[in-house]
């Protein structure tokens, strides 16, 4: 794996390398001492352009535990916003020497620019790059589902899960889709028509406006809630909020006919009483605090598998 | 007196002969090889110094005239000039351009348009013919001074808010009016604003996927069928800017049928990229209107095929590298297209057999100039007509280099594809400024240059 842009960049075979590999690590978190020293002098940079920080201490998490130095930058606002073009801060990180960059950034496509444009050598991770993918969001869910569902082990051939939120803006959406039809599994999306992107059926999806009719038609393993931001409403996405928590909110009753087995599933962070009710969020199914931990689990894989292959210069 | 002999040359393609020019006209069409010692013993005792050109294999066509062309000065001269984008243009084969008005100060008053025009004049690579903004500042609130602009020594008749759409339905009303006092035209940048607000790329199967905000096509065609109904109501003519959509053809097509007096361009690019391109995120696959799909691709081609659509223009849009190279949603839109419009378009309408060479000629020389009524320029390769040439070399194949380039932008997205076709020579007013493939020498401005009539003799675009 030399970088991950995106989900679909990965096969099944990687795919469940990075799940087996996680599995690993997750069992080293539990010891005394939980540190791994496989990068150690190697220097894991943190590129976040955009303000995430559950997700930049997970990588820090990640690459602390792998013995890595780790360099977090904070590039306050993108060329975009006229701060430095991604290509200056790209020539600093190079000049710096460092091996990996995971990057957060508020445009679509800058992971892709920073590993395509020949600024820079490291490996780089895509943390999220606008409304295009968050891959290590999707192996992370992917790893909670296959704990969950699967035994720990394997693909996840056959699982049922529904997608719920704002597919239309939603990173975490494109890259879930593309990594859970790669393990096999049957992904449902449901979102109002406004929130779905045009071109959605192209995608190896299954997809519904009815959340009711999507959660009662077969059995359903797992729901996965997407964050939905109240700033839609102003651009007539949906009249209120009110109207989309009695649609398309996802709360205990809702869960109430699922198999015993099914789980809920958040990207976080929620908003609660909007797109997942407290007694959903908090209740048995709930597998959302048990993401966190496997965000860390999961990014070390990532980490480990795309540094500790190659060289030590 | 200047005289200049074309030797065996066959314009449009046809039976060859030796062209034979004095000063800025075509004198005479000789049979080939009819320009003997004898005929170039009696030009060198009336005219002096005779210059010639062997046109052995290549093909004479009436001067490019682009209705669409980005040269940025004043403002952005670290993207283009006037006189970097006048070169282009002459390696490109066009005799004449239309600078449009989205330039800073925007060229909404006659000051700023004779400013270009005179640059244009000086720098004599090729006609600069400016186009005058609609609306002050192109905001699409107020009318410029349109007539102001029109009565000046540039002598403007197309009008264009390019870059925006004169939105406003009134405003677009009273514009489309006001300029037939002066035969004017008004070129429309067809896109609704609030359906494309924040617009990355063609909403569609690649958007979805790439997550970048989508640029409907509805957007572009609403505008279309409206502005339609509007020239049609006041017994105006429009002029449809970069047509993108299988749509808008499908729409003008109907226009046509109805009698409305409707004339469309397409870019090179249009008729051969596709939204495809924008998987890599490289912005310089970034345009508006955007890279559309397959099908639309071929619609256009279609398009130009049935008379459709009009014109090919180029829509050379330079930018500096830092523009070019960021992330996708950061990028200038835009694309250089005067080195590369007619290799294009010999590539996407020619070698597939939607055009001939006359038919070229057409789209790229006589009806461009007939819809700008800009007066000599697309004549016919007659005697009696301006010496705007085009000489081209149908057999040769290159690979695109920007670095090679005049414009001084670099952001094609042909670089590295292979495509037909060579400008040999361009011939401004009997004058060559392009000779074996380079650049030679601009036309000196004389006082007969350019005279600001702006009034086309028998033109009949629509």
Same mark, same amino acid.
């Given at each position: ?22 599995? /690993? ?80 950034? =508020? ?126 409403? /102003? ?20 869960? /109430?006919?699922? =198999? ?54 | ?5 074309? @030797? ?54 009436? *001067? ?20 970097? #984008? ?68 540039? *002598? ?6 390019? #870059? %925006? ?24 940048? &067809? ?41 049609? %109501? ?35 690019? @249009? ?41 090919? &223009?180029?829509?050379?849009?330079? @930018? ?8 996708? &949603? ?23 057999? %939607? ?98 009539? *702006? ?8």
């Amino acid at each position: 794996m030399r970088h991950l842009l995106s989900a679909g960049d990965l096969s099944a075979a990687e795919a469940i390398e990075v799940l087996d590999v996680a599995a /690993q690590m997750a069992a080293t978190s539990g010891r005394q001492i939980n540190k791994l020293p496989a990068l150690r002098g190697r220097t894991v940079v943190n590129l976040f352009y955009e303000d995430s920080t559950r997700t930049r201490l997970s990588f820090e998490a990640a690459a602390k535990r792998l013995s890595a130095d780790v360099i977090t930058f904070s590039a306050k606002g993108s060329s975009v916003s006229k701060g430095e073009s991604l290509k200056d801060t790209a020539l600093t990180l190079a000049a710096i020497g460092a091996d990996a960059v995971v990057v957060r950034h =508020p445009a679509s496509g800058a992971a892709h620019r920073l590993a395509t444009a020949g600024w820079i050598d490291a490996a780089v991770l895509n943390a999220g790059d606008g409304t295009h993918e968050h891959p290590t969001q999707a192996l992370l869910d992917a790893f909670t589902l296959r704990r969950a569902l699967a035994g720990g082990t394997g693909d996840l051939a056959g699982v049922r899960v529904v997608i719920v939120g704002d597919v239309l803006h939603s990173r975490v959406a494109r890259s879930n889709v593309l990594l859970l039809h790669t393990l096999g599994a049957h992904v449902t999306l449901v979102a109002p028509p406004t929130l779905l992107p045009v071109g959605v059926g192209s995608w190896p999806c299954e997809v519904s406006t009815d959340l009711d009719e999507a959660l009662t038609r077969g059995p359903v393993d797992a729901v996965m809630v997407l964050r939905v931001q109240l700033e839609r409403m /102003q651009a007539s996405f949906f009249p209120s909020a009110r109207e989309y928590t009695r649609r398309y909110g996802v709360d205990a009753t809702r869960l /109430q006919g699922l =198999p015993e087995h099914a789980v809920l599933l958040h990207p976080g962070p929620m908003n609660r009483g909007l797109e997942i009710s407290a007694d959903a969020a908090d209740g048995p199914r709930s597998r959302i605090v048990e993401q966190v931990a496997n965000g860390v689990s999961t990014r070390m894989a990532v980490l480990y598998l795309m540094l500790a292959g190659s060289e030590t210069p | 007196m200047t005289a200049l002999v074309i @030797h065996d040359v066959a314009p449009l393609g046809g039976e060859r002969v030796d062209l034979v020019v004095i000063d800025a006209v075509i004198d005479a069409l000789l049979p080939a090889h009819g320009a003997d010692a004898a005929v170039l013993e009696g030009l060198r005792r009336n005219h002096g110094e005779v210059a010639r050109v062997d046109g052995a294999g290549l093909i004479a066509l009436p *001067g490019l005239v682009d209705l669409h062309t980005h040269l940025r000065e004043p403002g952005r001269e670290d993207a283009e000039t006037v006189l970097t #984008g006048s070169r282009a243009a002459a390696r490109g084969g066009f005799t004449a351009v239309h600078a449009m008005a989205n330039t800073a100060p925007v060229a909404d008053t006659a000051g700023v348009v004779e400013q270009v025009w005179r640059l244009g004049r000086e720098a004599g690579w090729t006609e600069v013919r400016p186009v005058g903004a609609v609306t002050l500042g192109l905001e699409g609130k107020q009318l410029a001074e349109l007539g102001a602009m029109a009565d000046s020594a540039a *002598g403007v008749r197309v009008f264009s808010d390019d #870059g %925006h759409c004169v939105d406003d339905a009134l405003v677009m009303r009273r514009a489309l009016e006001y300029v037939r006092a002066f035969d004017g035209v008004i070129a429309q940048h &067809a896109q609704e604003p609030r359906l494309t607000d924040g617009a990355q790329m063609h909403e569609g199967t690649v958007s979805s996927v790439l997550g970048l905000r989508g640029w409907p096509a509805v957007a572009e065609e609403a505008i279309i069928a409206r502005d339609m109904l509007l020239a049609d %109501h006041v017994g105006s003519r429009l002029h449809v800017c970069h047509v993108s959509t299988a749509g808008s053809v499908e729409l003008i097509r109907w226009g046509r049928s109805r009698g409305v007096a409707v004339t469309a361009e397409v870019t090179p690019h @249009h008729l051969v990229l596709d939204h495809e391109r924008a998987r890599g995120y490289d912005p310089l696959f970034k345009v508006n209107p955007p890279l559309r799909t397959a099908d639309d691709v071929a619609a256009l081609r279609a398009g130009v095929a049935d008379g459709t659509i009009d014109i090919v &223009a180029t829509d050379h849009a330079p @930018h500096p590298p830092e523009a070019k190279e960021g992330e996708w &949603a950061g990028a200038a839109m835009g694309m250089t297209g005067l080195e590369t419009a007619l290799s294009v378009a010999i590539h996407a309408l020619v070698e597939p057999g %939607h055009l001939d060479w006359a038919g070229l000629a057409r789209v790229m020389s006589t009806a461009p100039a007939a819809i700008g009524r800009v007066a000599g320029q697309g004549e016919p390769l007659a005697a009696g007509s301006t010496a705007n040439l085009v000489l081209l070399d149908p057999a040769a194949r290159a690979v695109v280099d920007p670095a090679q380039h005049a414009s001084r932008g670099r952001n094609t997205p042909f670089a590295g594809m292979e495509l037909p076709g060579a400008v040999v020579a361009t011939v401004l007013r009997g004058h060559p400024v392009v000779l074996g493939g380079r650049l030679a020498t601009p036309r000196p401005a004389g006082p007969e240059q350019g005279s600001g009539s *702006g009034s086309a003799p028998g033109a009949s675009a629509r």
